[in-house]
């Protein structure tokens, strides 16, 4: 406990000693912002992150962010009160992790993200506790099954993620379309995949990629937010082909997990949202869906809401 009160404490002492434009934020997300019924398979993530203004080292480059979150992340069966291990259609399964990254906009408006996760999947997540205590809070039903849940995986986890303009001299001012592509690799996921990304302005002229909060870039050297709008829709729908998910197969190093199950390689995935900048605050909300993961006559796709929330710190 005290090892973790001591990791948030330098989090948020780096945060308020930090003199370079920034931008401090919240992310929820749990299948119940997407009804009321829903409640499987990802059903709660919380992540917290920070990003600031680096500098730019290539006249190409319009934008250069640097990133820091810590995270969690829940899984759970179809049912919560799966306590009889033939209920679980899906592993129960947590992760806990921080991740740092640096996220390059260019002039030409590609994107490129990288980032590299540390942490833990397994008991050491505290999934269990944190998920009943949250049932105990809102009077949900007890949560029984954690005992089946994926044994400890020590994570290291890297990403990237590109995006490309593309149809440049269509739309310009209201649609703009990009090609984004995604690889994930480490020892809880190892997949890839691609899709169109689509932002469609509902307020004036779309502000350039580098300056649009799609991939969180609405950090200004000049620190002047006070004024600025804006509000964009945007599309991602994409086909994703996965080689390893642990919260599902178990660990890469042993067959320890009690309940496993093979993964269906290719699926569809979609994610569509809004997002509002008003001076220095960002919010957004989306929504996602995701296809069928595993093979089982039980489990189906899934869908989930994502809301976040961030502060331009001036």
């Not at 093979?262 to 995935?269: A, E, G, H, S």
Request: neutral net charge.
């Amino acid at each position: 406990m005290k090892n973790r009160l001591l990791t948030i404490a330098l989090f948020c002492s780096a945060i308020v000693c930090a003199q370079k434009p920034a931008e401090i934020g919240v992310i929820s997300d749990n299948d119940l912002y997407t009804s009321p019924i829903n409640d499987q398979y990802y059903t709660n993530g919380l992540e917290f992150f920070y990003r600031y203004l680096g500098k730019r080292s290539d006249e190409k480059v319009a934008k250069k962010i640097t990133e820091f979150r810590i995270g969690q992340y829940i899984f759970n069966p179809q049912s919560v009160r799966a306590d009889d291990i033939n209920v679980n259609d899906r592993p129960f399964a947590g992760y806990l992790f921080a991740e740092a990254g640096i996220n390059t906009f260019y002039t030409s408006s590609n994107v490129l993200k990288v980032s590299l996760q540390l942490g833990v999947v397994g008991p050491e997540s505290y999934a269990e506790q944190f998920q009943e205590g949250l049932h105990k809070l809102f009077g949900y039903p007890t949560v029984k099954g954690w005992q089946h849940q994926i044994t400890t995986i020590p994570v290291i986890q890297a990403q990237a993620i590109y995006s490309y303009r593309i149809f440049r001299e269509r739309f310009k001012e209201k649609v703009d379309v990009q090609l984004q592509a995604e690889a994930n690799v480490g020892t809880v996921w190892t997949s890839a995949s691609l899709g169109p990304m689509v932002r469609i302005s509902l307020r004036g002229p779309l502000r350039p990629m580098h300056d649009s909060a799609l991939h969180g870039a609405t950090l200004k050297r000049d620190k002047e937010y006070d004024g600025q709008r804006d509000l964009f829709l945007y599309l991602n729908p994409s086909v994703q082909y996965q080689m390893e998910d642990a919260t599902i197969t178990g660990s890469p190093f042993n067959d320890d997990s009690p309940v496993t199950f093979p993964l269906i390689p290719f699926r569809f995935n979609a994610e569509a949202g809004v997002k509002y900048l008003r001076n220095r605050w960002n919010f957004s909300y989306s929504a996602h869906y995701r296809g069928k993961e595993l093979s089982n006559n039980v489990i189906t796709g899934y869908y989930y809401g994502s809301i976040q929330i961030g502060y331009l710190i001036p």
